[in-house]
């Protein structure tokens, strides 16, 4: 009954962050997919058409420049990670922007680090900038300032980040869509994908783990800490596998899909 009726409030949602991760932007060769990121655009301007805004956050910039460069493996050092993400955000923003002008959308990149939301003029500046984008009608597309931001002033993860945006734009709910397709509990040799997550518990915590895989980083972990943050903020937050066909509008019809973690009390009205 609690997740019907949560479920149902996504129907409802106004104004919405979607996190992409890098594994749904990337070929299984780790190169940025156009279909990929051309199919994820169609899904946003089904959701835009029933008015609904979307910002988007969008992983994939050091992948992509990893690609261009020929790097199979991440690199460890700062700075290389910092040169990729200066190459691959270029190479990101052109296939969003193919994807999008194809469909007659506007997108508008935006750079983010942890310092602009420490400052209280660049974090109200952000927020006036990214309203005045939706007002236009545009599809803010965020990702860290790489190139920019250092080891103990990073976000980390763009987990983090969207969460942080969430806050920022006053957002309804939050979707965190990854190669995962919810958050999964073992028990035994069981697992079990939990529809609902009613507060994230210490104990809870212990089920998720980090993740510094090939091309991206953050993990359930860091998906349960966002979750966190935005249910503080009195709304919901999905985890769901961003390859299942049509996940987006499909969530936003009420189908249960993924984990959805829930604020303590009722949601606030979208
Ligand atoms: N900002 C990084 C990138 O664009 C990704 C961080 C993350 O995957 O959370 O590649």
Redesign the pocket.
Known sequence: MKNAYHRNYLRHCRRLIV?L??GILTTDRGDLSPSRIRNLALQVKTIVRKRAQVVLV????????MARLGLKTRPTRIHD?QA??AI??NL?MHHYETAFSRLGLVVGQVLLTHGDFQDDQRRENARHTLLRLLKLGVIPII??N?AVSYAEIK???????AAQVHKLVHADATILLSTVDGFYVREGRKKFLLKTVGSVSLSLMRHAGDTVSG????GMK?KLLAARRVNAAGCPLIVAGGRVKDILPRLLKGEELGTIFLPRKKCRAP
């Open positions: 996190k991760g890098t969008s992983s994939g910039a050091i992948a992509g420049g990670l990729c993400a691959g955000q990101l990702n860290e790489d976000f980390g993860d763009n987990d983090q980040l091309r991206s980083v953050g860091s």
